[in-house]
């Protein structure tokens, strides 16, 4: 019975001596294999060997700090609405007096969390940012035990005194002029040279 | 040791072992050690076989019987997943007619064995009968034709298996 | 006497464990064959390129968790994977490793544990009982899917040894008419291997041996798609490390008896002519240990031949098996023992 005329007729032809001798088949198989035998293998040896990164890989997020080592972020939550996995929570606080040194704005974010499970690194955050603090850098999430222990609060975060992480390649000048053009006045390279924008 | 040879306690034991595994047979209850130990049977028998230098004669014993005849034992009761506890409930007369057979038997062994003494063994070469090359030639050439006639009855009854294994007969 | 009986104990251990010693780096050389042909690396962590992973293998499978089902009958199942091992470490016995040697001494060692005059019967009599070790373990296990392997394993040794059976037998027509192993690799020693007149033959011994060391592509009986782990399923730690160990120490021995029947075993082309050029006179060790090597090189050639079946062909279904096993083999077998008769009786080695 025939319902379309799409059906096709699968062959069903039977096999010629040589083919049932299998023989043939079989070695033409084996040599195929045996030939992959010296050929390279593409594998990476990963701890010894790694391949070339791209210098604006976008691992493991850093909260920079100015040149004085006061931290950039003023807790506007630009980046949280960025956030397309909504990984990113903070709470902003009032700077104090005598704080000046640690916080460059006013307001400063208390608590900033960043859930690492739910991150999906595509760098919107660093997009958002009207301050330069947050930056998406090379290094790479470590593998933890707990499901906690992928929310990285501030002492993960914020960048070091001492390990200052140069994020200078991610910062191209396309990117500084854009944001220099949005953003307010005091934009500033991390070497605290002003840009030179066309406008 | 204590004035037997070797030989005679090798005899001795398996011997021994061979009526205790054949005995274990018939007392298990569970069908599969009934079967591993005819197995062990068997190779005890096969050890009889190399002390009377009959070599090939113990090696084909374990080819065939231990090698691929139990192996198919096994095989059968392994599948039958037959239990201690699913034995089947013997009637009275089936006991009468196994006591009956078996005494039968009884009689048939004992009565060759007696009339044994008076058998004329025709001597082969002594005690190198046993050995391939001359077991060959004595086959090959006094015996070839009850060796054909024997395959010609295993040939026969291989096609009456393979005529009751066919689902229908045309 | 005590000389001869310790060299005798000597060679047992030195087989003994040169037999384990291949089976441990056949496991990380199969992996690591099975990389190359797939263009991968394979093991290479533990030690330098990977040398020490069979010691990791054989310490994780010791640390394992020994589990013995509830319902199983504990002899039994103890019982199975000792007697594959006994049954697959007894088959190095009749081996001729290597040819004669004489000591300044006078005495003649020999490179072999026994030289029976049954030989080859006695290789058959010890694969046929090879089975009862993957029966019995897989009956203990009281496992469906240990028992269906179980069962697949034993019918397809027995269907698969009889084609074995008279492939040898056209071969011991060949050679003369021996049953001893030692005279049968003799009989090559002055003219050509055995391979040139036995060329289907070898190809139907080699086919057996796969499927008689449950190897792929006749590896059925451990069919993991089918059968979950096959005849090992209930077993874990060393009792499962048993079962695949021997597995390889059968792949070991038959490649010794392929090479020993039908590649001349310890002999070589032009071995006599490198004897003379070299100034060594007959029944020296070193023409011994040479022809050792010979045999050795011989063995792993064939060892990787295993390997590379296993890792290009894929697995038989089970009535395709059968149908090869006793449709193709048997019939070509039988016709090859006729065509050996008759090519030998006109070559003069049969005489009525």
Known sequence: MQLTNRSKIVSDKHQTAMEKLYLPAVLKGMSITISHLFKRTPTTKYPEQKRPMS???RGQHVLKRDENGAERCTACGLCAVACPAEAI?????????GEEHL??????????????????????CEEACPKEAIFLTDRIVDAEYERDDFVYGKDKLVEKMDKRIDVTKRQTLAVAQFKQIAGTKHNTLWNGKQIKGKH | MLGYTITQWLFGILSFLSIMFGLMVVFSRNPVSSVLYLILTFFCIAGHYLLMNAQFLAVVHIVVYAGAIMVLFLFVIMLMNLNEDQEPQRTWLTKIIAAVAGGLMLFVMVGSLKGSEQLQLQSYGASQVGLVKNLGKVLFHDFLFPFEIASVLLLAAMVGAIMIGKRDIK | MLSFILYKLLVCIIIFAISLGVAAYSTLWERKFAAFLQDRVGPDRAGPKGILQPLADGGKMFFKEEIIPNVSNRFL???????FMLTALMTGTVIPWGKDFTTAAGNTYSFQITDINIGVLYLLGVVSIGVYGIMIGGWASNNKYALLGAIRASSQMISY?????????ALIVTSGGTLSLREIVESQDEGVANIVWQPLGFLIFFVCALAETNRAPFDLPECEAELVGGYHTEYSS??????????????FISSAI??????????????KELYHAIGLQEGSIWISLIGFGAFFTKII???NVFMWVRWTLPRFRYDQLMNLGWKVLLPLSLLNLGITIVVEYFRGNIHF
């Open chain 1, 55 to 57: 210098g604006v890989y």
């Open chain 1, 89 to 97: 929570t903070m709470e902003s606080a009032e700077r104090k007096k």
């Open chain 1, 103 to 124: 916080y460059r704005e006013e307001k400063y974010a208390k608590t900033y969390e960043i859930n690492m499970l739910r991150c999906i690194f595509c760098g919107l």
């Open chain 3, 77 to 83: 199942f103890i019982l199975g994977p000792s007697l």
């Open chain 3, 161 to 169: 040894e009889i084609a074995m059976g008279i492939s040898i037998i």
């Open chain 3, 238 to 251: 060393m009792k499962l490390g048993l079962f695949l160990f021997a597995e390889y120490i059968n792949m």
């Open chain 3, 258 to 271: 392929m090479s020993a029947f039908y590649f001349g075993g310890y002999n070589f082309p032009f071995a």
């Open chain 3, 301 to 303: 050639i064939f060892i």
